[in-house]
């Protein structure tokens, strides 16, 4: 159990008023969780506080070396005015496992979920209630010791930010056009693919500049050595669906394990829908295309739950996916998914957890 030292802002914020004005990732609360690590002390001091800027020497590690993680997940509250958390003990097993890759110490899984409920208590008025809106939760992990020198950090801060974010999808599910990157990689096996930390977004910039450039929204990475195999797209992971069957590119080191990914495998088995976690070629996309078997195909990711693909451009080679519409399939799962994260349909997988 933390003790958590509770400082409340005495300079409230106003609230965004308008539903359609929230965007993403651009209003914060009034508060924040921070707790700092020391070596030999561990994690202490833990605290919520005005939202506020963090003080930090120059030469902190974490701005010369990228020594840090991040992790996202909502709060949502349903019509009766409960608030409900997303799978949280997942994100905050999959920051123990970037730590261990990153070499920033462990974390104590039942303090950080603690943490999590705590600051989204605080600030639960900030909760949108229109349909599709949430409070996105991000925590973070930052590498302070002010030393230049490249090793570990022995000191480090733990903060937690939350704002309200609104509709991924304003006027129904739009897919979107994918650019497949042929030339730049995201992640090779041994690197660092599967750690949710910034190093891996830095070096994406340049393929979804690209793509943008190209009049395409986001960019499917291929493997780093051969350029053949499906890895991600942008920031979420990849679903098929060729000739009835499901596919989603297996984890193998380089693709970050997504829990909106493993939710919808775990929902596609309940509904006896034929899955598969194996390695997927581009040339086999490409081909099911061409042979008219490719039925849909989706992103998944927290901020957009399901993100439905319209058209592929591989090397200037176009495949339009179901007429660029929204397949059966994605709309099913995007319905059921947000009908669990908002309470409107029965938690059969026990899936949320409720902040009082
Ligand atoms: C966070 C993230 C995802 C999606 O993970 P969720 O847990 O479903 O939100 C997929 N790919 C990358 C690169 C990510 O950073």
Not at 100 to 113: A, Y
Not at 252 to 260: A, D, F, Q, R, W
Request: hydrophobic share 40%; glycine share 10%.
């Amino acid at each position: 159990m933390l003790n958590i030292k509770i400082e409340k802002t005495t300079q409230p914020k106003q609230k965004p008023i308008n539903p359609d004005d929230l965007g993403f990732g651009q209003l914060f609360s009034d508060h924040m969780f921070e707790m700092t690590y020391t070596e030999g002390q561990g994690w202490h001091d833990p605290e919520i506080k005005p939202y506020q800027p963090i003080v930090l020497d120059p030469s902190a590690m974490v701005f010369h070396y990228g020594q840090e993680m991040f992790e996202g997940l909502k709060a949502y509250k349903t019509k009766d005015g409960r608030v409900l958390l997303f799978r949280p003990e997942k994100n905050i097993e999959r920051t123990n496992i970037t730590n261990e890759r990153l070499c920033i110490p462990m974390v104590d899984e039942e303090d950080i979920l603690q943490a999590i409920k705590a600051i989204v208590s605080i600030d639960k008025d900030w909760i949108p209630e229109a349909e599709g809106t949430s409070l996105y939760i991000r925590p973070f992990i930052i590498a302070t010791d002010p030393f230049l020198g490249v090793r570990p950090s022995n000191t480090y801060k733990f903060l937690i930010i939350v704002g309200p974010v609104g509709a991924y999808y304003k006027e129904g599910i739009n897919p979107v056009k994918i650019w497949v990157e042929n030339e730049y990689v995201r992640a090779v096996k041994g690197g660092t693919g599967y750690a949710k930390t910034g190093g891996n977004y830095a070096a994406s910039l340049k393929a979804q500049v690209k793509a943008k450039e190209n009049g395409y929204t986001q960019v499917l990475w291929l493997d780093g050595i051969e350029r053949k195999y499906i890895e991600e797209v942008g920031t979420m992971n990849v679903f098929f669906k060729i000739n009835g069957q499901v596919i989603t590119p297996s984890l193998e080191g380089s693709i970050l394990p997504g829990i909106t990914r493993n939710s919808v495998i775990e929902l596609l088995k309940s509904w006896n829908i034929p899955i598969t976690e194996r390695k997927i070629s581009i040339d086999e996309v490409y081909e099911a295309a061409q042979a008219g078997t490719l039925e849909e195909v989706f992103g998944t990711g927290t901020a957009a739950v399901i993100s439905p693909v319209g058209e592929l451009n591989w090397n200037g080679k176009i495949f339009k996916v179901n007429g660029g519409e929204i397949g059966a399939l994605s709309q099913r799962v995007y319905d059921y998914i947000t009908g669990i994260q908002t309470g409107k349909l029965e938690d059969v997988f026990n899936w949320v957890v409720e902040v009082k």
